[in-house]
């Protein structure tokens, strides 16, 4: 009897797990063939079955790719916004199974930065307001998500499974800020928060602008590098410094943690040759950008020709000697 009813057990986990199986690949297929016929269908059972997680990943990728190449950018920001809801609900609902079949860590990251390319849009746009409310639902969203599975490329396809073994990672804001800084050498999993990713946007954008000038390939943007500046940003604004190497503040006296080329390489696991400046005492890209090609060694930093990707990170703490703090982070690959 006992064997019997374990038996029936397994059938229900079965059919459970079909079940599911069947509700992916079919709004897999319709998001290859029609993908406003897959946002509808994945509606319809959202309202039949609240509980099921892929109707809310297709919805949330549909609507972030349909804003892509709308032309109204109030429209845009409202398909983002529904895009973004979707995600969160998902992120709400979904097991790690799920989101390892989708590399659903990666496209988090992709979010990020299709919302920074919209917000962008919209500061140009004179709608910095509605910037702020969609930078804060995705921060929402980064906070909320535990496990991000990296992959060697956040662009790849939706439903990709090829994920490098041993690449999953916390990623969280950090438990040990205390209000006085991050504590120890970073572990790589920590996302800081940035004061204003506008503005990070607007000083690579400075950058490459005269990289072009210069007959120089542009920096492109890299999420690690970004969580790695702006980890450093907020350790400096935190712990009252301004060096490139990590330091913790113990009975007032600062003790030495790492360089910068071991704490970045925390963030980004590829072997790679890391280059960083930093700034302190101002709040606009214009400003930094100007400190930074005054100095000398920072100057012949941006404008060499092997680095190839950037992260940037801008930290605000009013209590702090300088109040903000810039972090640039570039590398070869």
Sequence with gaps: MKNLTLLIAAMFISMAATAADWTYNRLNRLYETDQWRCVHVSQ???KRAPEKSSPFYFAAAVYNEKQKSHGAIKTRYMMMSKSLRYATKFEELSDLDLMSTINW?????????????????????????LAKKLDAKCDNLLLLHKKVIIVEDPNAGLASTDIPENEEIENETPENHEGAGYFGLASGNEVAPSAN????????????????????????????????????????AGQEYTMNESYDRIDGQLVFIADAQERISQFQKKKNIYQQDISAGTSSAENTYLKWIGSDAAYDMLFNEENRSVGIGLAHDPNSPYEYYWVIVLGEK
């Design 44 to 46: 319809r059972i959202m």
């Design 105 to 129: 860590g990666a496209y988090v990251l992709k979010l990020r930065t299709d919302t920074d390319a919209l917000m962008l849009d919209l500061d140009e746009s004179d709608l910095s307001q």
């Design 197 to 236: 990713k506008i503005q990070e946007q607007k000083l690579m954008e400075m950058i490459n602008e005269e990289r072009s000038a210069l007959f120089m390939k542009e920096l492109k943007w890299n999420n690690d590098l970004a969580r790695a500046a702006r980890y450093h940003a907020n350790d400096m």
